[in-house]
């Protein structure tokens, strides 16, 4: 392919784009998205302060490869519908990774411009090529074949099982994704709050895998419903499981059973995934009182603790370790920030307390110093002994992590796991012939991206397996 | 798919609704359960699976209508579908074989029983059913659960039918130390406490098949677990069925009451809606 010359004359220096925000007042009583996306004149300049290196790097840091540099020029030129395409030769998610990939990790974070200057923007340059395709995307609503190869089985719809979806319908494999709730997404859809991953984006880039072919299962736990073994026997060929980390882990303290104690999962299915935020004209309830404790520093505890301040309560994140090791996006930290979310770094709850009926009223704390370097090698909070105190509270969520979803490995002994974890080899495939895993079930808690990267090897493996191609490599030797 | 097949009321605010479930159906043990939401927008709410029919490929639900999610429920007719249905959940009730099992139901909760007592009785054990009625009116499903067990008695609260009281009180009228080995109780939570508080030193293994507040029922989010022991479990995927003689039932109690002021909320709300959507 000729290289087009390039139409205009690339300009780092120009300062990175800053995304525009719902002022932050007005976030405090709404479910409206916090971050609104920017303007085709910062597209402009955004796009244009990328150097078009002769080896992008951020394109490998991006796990699942997308043509960066190209999508960038696109959107330089203007062309937004065509940066779009571009995405989509690599993601189906554009408008979700786009908002909620945690981009300084990877593409942001090798980005030559970044040596000298800040890094390009580059998940908000890709969220905006996916605001703009929406339209188009419903215009391609029914213009794709449908598929007619042999049957793939997706357990689960979070990222690692839709991407692989993605792969598999181009292939032409008909894949069926099974659902344990009765929504679509995984975490995108019961974890992640819609003012920052508003629902409609969500269910377009899902209509999007529907109008290509792929079946979907809602209400359908594999394991329970039906096991790995009859989906076989009802002529599916190969199996990914991409069940996620679901089970919360708790706190292991006294009075974490009491009334206004929540994981973060509970907290967030009922208000994202049962809209509990707008009780009662939906019927799923959640209490949430005067005083909110959330306990713990990633993206659950951000997520629950803007959901608590936008339900009316004053909100206080406690985190054993300090802020520079709050694991989180960096976003959504200076977004809690700024709604009034306190934080009380190098503190953790011992106890809680109830009242007569049983409800929650007091937290007892105690403050940590950091010792030694632990094996994440960070250095791990002590207990000041004496440092004990007690903070009044009417709801607590605990936000401390999660494994992977059992169920699934309960009803099938003979897969191996570690720790609860599926093991897998480095293609993905697990110790049952023609059973893939990726994603958090494999992980333990990790990123949207991760889980799309492994989503696209085992969809890869997959087809190799199926098609015949790893047979032929044999047959030639 | 859900298809409502039948529909039958069998109590005040009591009805059976048999629902098409080929797969649920296929692979339902007694003492599971599925989650429902009647409605696109209802809550998810959990139900016994109280029979199933290869035949028709369906299963059966029992429901009182308490509130807000149960009265959409039974106010779908047949030929209806119910917008959700997942399952089958938990774990299967305890089996043994040849044991004198004493099983105990109170109110819906007699219609729970019905699939655990049989499967006792059909392992090979001698079984003794006690069921509890407000009122001989509101007695349920007396013939299946005769032709499925070796003994019935009935208690009402106001002696209308059978054994005058509560069932935790006929049972210490008939029984004591000795006389069972195993037993299985679902019901009402404070009934469920005073048949362990009974038995605590009778020698008998005693189940209890809990109801705490569930959301997901896999296992997700831990809004329902129970303290047994010293440990707190998920009832949706390690129970819902626990060592009656270990379960906090005073925790169970103040978690159930958790919502009560909101679910009455709820139960209003709809109330004011439905005028006009009806
Ligand atoms: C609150 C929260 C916020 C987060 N925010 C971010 C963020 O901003 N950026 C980021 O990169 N990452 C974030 N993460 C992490 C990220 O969401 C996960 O790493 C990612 O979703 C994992 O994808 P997955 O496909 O492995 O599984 P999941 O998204 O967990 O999906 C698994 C799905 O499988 C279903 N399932 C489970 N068992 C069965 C079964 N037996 N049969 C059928 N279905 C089953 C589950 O119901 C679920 O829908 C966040 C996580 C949480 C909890
Ligand atoms: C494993 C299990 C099996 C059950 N089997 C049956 C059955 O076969 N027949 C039957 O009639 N009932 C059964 N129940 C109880 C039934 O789920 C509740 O009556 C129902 O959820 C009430 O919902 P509602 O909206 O009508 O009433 P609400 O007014 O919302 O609630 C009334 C009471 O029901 C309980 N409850 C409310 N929401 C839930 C929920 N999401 N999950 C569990 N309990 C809740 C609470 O204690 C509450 O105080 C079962 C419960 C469990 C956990
Ligand atoms: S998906 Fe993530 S890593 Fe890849 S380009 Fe987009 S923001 Fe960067
Ligand atoms: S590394 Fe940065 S400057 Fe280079 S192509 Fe990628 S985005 Fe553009
Ligand atoms: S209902 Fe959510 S974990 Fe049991």
């Known amino acids: 392919m000729a290289v087009q010359p390039l139409q205009y004359k690339p300009n780092p220096k120009a300062p990175r784009q800053i995304l525009p925000v719902l002022n932050a007042e007005v976030r405090a009583v709404t479910s409206q998205e916090v971050a609104l996306g920017f303007t085709p004149e910062q597209v402009r ?25 190209r999508f960038i020029a696109r959107l330089a030129e203007g062309e937004y519908q065509a940066a779009h395409d571009v995405i989509s030769e690599q993601s189906p998610f554009p408008g979700v990774c786009g908002r909620v990939c945690q981009h300084e990790l990877f593409c942001e974070d090798v980005c030559i411009v970044a040596k000298k200057w800040e890094p390009v923007a580059i998940g908000s340059l890709e969220r905006f090529a996916a605001d703009h395709a929406r339209l188009r995307m419903q215009e391609l609503a029914h213009s794709y074949p449908k598929p007619t190869g042999k049957k793939v089985a997706l357990v689960g719809s979070g990222p690692a099982s839709l991407i692989a979806a993605y792969d598999l319908v181009r292939n032409n494999y008909r894949v069926t994704v099974f659902e344990a709730l009765h929504k679509l997404g995984g975490v995108l859809a019961y974890g992640i709050p819609n003012f ?195 903070i009044p509270v009417d709801t607590v969520v605990a936000a401390i992590g999660q494994a992977p979803n059992p169920t699934l490995q309960k009803a099938t002994p003979q897969l191996i796991t570690k720790r609860g974890k599926i093991v897998v080899d480095t293609k993905g495939e697990t110790s049952m012939p023609h059973v893939f895993a990726g994603g958090d079930v494999v992980r333990g808690g990790s990123t949207v991206i991760l889980a799309m990267k492994d989503g696209r090897l085992a969809a890869q493996a997959i087809h190799e397996v199926l098609s015949g191609v790893a047979a032929e490599v044999e047959v030639a030797q | 798919m859900n298809r409502i097949l039948a529909k039958r009321q069998l109590a005040p605010e009591v009805t059976l609704l048999e629902v098409e479930a080929p797969r649920i159906q296929r692979r339902w043990k007694p003492g599971m359960f599925i989650i429902i939401r009647p409605l696109a927008n209802s809550e998810r709410i959990p139900l016994t699976i109280v029979d199933s029919s290869a035949e028709r490929q369906s299963i059966t639900m029992v429901i009182q209508a308490i509130g807000k999610t149960t009265k959409e429920a039974v106010a779908l007719e047949p030929g209806d579908a119910l917008c959700d249905l997942v399952g089958p959940l938990g774990e299967a009730a305890t089996m043994t074989t040849d044991q004198k099992v004493v099983c105990m139901a109170g109110g819906v909760g007699v219609a729970e029983l019905l699939p655990v007592a049989k499967a006792f009785h059909e392992a090979g054990n001698h079984v003794t059913a006690l069921c509890g009625a407000r009122s001989d009116s509101y007695r349920i499903l007396d013939e299946e659960l005769k032709a499925s067990v070796d003994e019935l008695q009935w208690a009402t609260d106001d002696g209308t039918f059978g054994f005058h009281g509560n069932v935790v009180q006929l049972l210490k009228s008939l029984a004591g130390p000795g006389t069972f080995s195993e037993g299985h109780v679902i019901g009402p939570i404070p009934m469920m406490k005073a048949a362990a508080e009974a038995t605590r030193d009778w020698g008998l293994k005693l189940h209890a098949s809990l109801n705490p507040v569930m959301i997901d029922g896999t296992g997700m989010c831990g809004g329902c677990r129970v303290t047994v022991g010293s440990e707190v479990k998920f009832a949706c995927v390690d129970g819902p069925e626990f060592d009656a003689h270990l379960v906090d039932f005073d925790e169970l109690t103040r978690r159930n009451r958790a919502y009560r002021e909101m679910e009455q909320e709820s139960l209003r709300h709809v109330c004011r809606v439905g005028l006009d959507v009806r």
């Open chain 1, 45 to 69: 300049v955004e796009a244009q302060r990328c150097l078009q290196c002769a080896k992008p790097t951020c394109i490998d840091a991006c796990p699942i490869h997308i043509d960066i540099k």
């Open chain 1, 196 to 390: 920052r991953l508003p629902r409609e984006i969500l269910h377009e880039e899902i209509a999007r895998l529907q109008n290509m072919g792929v079946e979907f299962e809602v209400d359908f736990i594999v394991g329970k419903t039906a096991t790995l073994e009859e989906l076989f026997e009802e002529g599916f060929e190969a199996v990914f499981i991409g069940t996620g980390a679901g089970l919360p882990y708790m706190m292991g303290i006294p009075g974490e059973n009491l009334v206004g104690v929540y994981t973060a999962n509970e907290f967030l299915t009922r208000i994202n995934l049962m809209e509990a935020f707008r009780f009662p004209d939906a019927p799923t309830p959640v209490r949430v009182g005067a005083h909110t404790i959330i306990v713990g520093g990633g993206n659950s505890a951000m997520d629950a603790a803007r959901w608590a301040k936008r339900m009316g309560s004053d909100v206080t994140v406690l985190y054993r370790r300090g802020r520079a090791e709050l694991k989180a996006r960096l976003e959504e930290i200076e977004h809690a920030e700024e709604e009034g979310v306190r934080f009380e770094f190098l503190a953790a709850p011992v106890a809680l307390f109830g009242d007569e009926n049983g409800y929650v009223k007091e937290v007892e704390c105690i403050r940590m110093e950091l010792g030694e370097p632990d094996e994440s090698g960070r250095r791990s909070p002590v207990p000041i002994a004496g440092s004990e105190h007690r």
